[in-house]
């Protein structure tokens, strides 16, 4: 890329694909969208695309600016697909993502385009939305390390990317959870990613309990799938921090389950005897901890 004399004559004229996904929201779909169009960068093309709502949405696409590009797809195919479909048909030079119960903050764009600079990736923090809670680490850039060393670091609708490289490194559609994780992880490989440590979108908890109670009565076979991320990255998490992690994923609601052995041996086969028990007894000193 050829390096401009001015940074802000550079992005003054730089085209950002915005791309919304949505899969039957209407509602909070208008406030995700209301929070791109407010947007204090101005150019901005928008593209929402619908997983194959069974929810209606035809009020809300008559509310739609003329601008806006509305796609839906033929079958419900999951957020990865709906994403890479958007990243397809993008024009804009770099792409953001915005999902449809997230919002973004107004100057949002703007920073993330003057912090970018050579990388081809950028995040940002967050606010919770429910709590206000901030989310903002104190760097300038994210590593590969940092990012193995914790989740939560920034989601989809705060990642900043050039088009390119997103069409060189699309979301994998083969994962049903940890799918921004992979991503970043993938990008980290190659190089560090920058931050703009401010709270650039707010992030809805508000499924959070909903999404609980899912994965307390998920099936093994289920939860198997949980696991892929982590195994798809198992060389480069490192053998002991992987048998950490996936112990951690198999037992986090083991005081809630009703068939508690059958975790318990699922874990066994997965992780061995040490790492198994490390993670329940370090569970369970947390709770005497907290007197529970």
């Known amino acids: 890329m050829v390096a401009c004399k001015s940074i802000v004559g550079c992005i003054s004229t730089t085209l950002v694909t915005a791309i919304i996904t949505t899969y039957n929201r209407p509602e909070k779909l208008l406030l995700a969208l209301r929070s791109v169009l407010v947007q204090t960068y101005p150019h901005i093309e928008i593209i929402i695309i619908d997983d194959h709502s069974t929810t209606c949405y035809e009020g809300v ?47 949002k764009i703007f920073m993330q385009l003057h912090t970018i600079a050579e990388r081809d990736l950028c995040l940002c923090g ?31 609708s705060g990642v900043f990317a050039r088009r390119t490289a997103l069409q060189a490194e699309p979301f994998d559609e083969q994962l049903s959870n940890s799918q921004d994780w992979d991503l ?25 309990d909903r999404i609980t109670n899912r994965i307390k009565t998920m099936p093994i076979q289920q939860l198997d799938g949980r ?3 982590l195994k798809k990255h198992r060389k480069i998490i490192g053998e002991a921090n992987y048998r950490k992690k996936t112990a951690g ?25 040490f790492s198994t028990m490390s993670y329940l007894l ?5 709770k005497l901890r907290l007197g529970q």
């Open 61 to 107: 696409k008559a509310q739609l600016p003329e601008s806006v590009s509305y796609i839906r797809l033929s079958k419900n195919s999951g957020a990865c697909a709906a994403r890479n479909e958007g990243i397809r048909r993008a024009k804009g030079q770099y792409i953001a993502f915005l999902d449809d119960d997230d919002r973004w903050m107004p100057e």
């Open 126 to 156: 967050s606010q919770i939305a429910e709590t206000g809670k901030l989310r903002v680490c104190n760097q300038q850039v994210i590593t590969l390390q940092m990012l193995l060393d914790r989740n939560g670091i920034c989601g989809t």
């Open 184 to 208: 970043l992880i993938r990008f980290a490989i190659k190089d560090v990613i920058a931050y703009a440590a401010r709270p650039l979108y707010l992030f809805s908890d508000g499924n959070h």
């Open 227 to 229: 696991l892929k991320a």
């Open 249 to 273: 994923t198999i037992l986090a609601y083991i005081g809630e389950r009703e068939n508690k052995i059958t975790y318990i041996k699922y874990c066994l086969q997965q992780v061995g005897i």
């Open 282 to 286: 370090s569970k369970l000193c947390r």
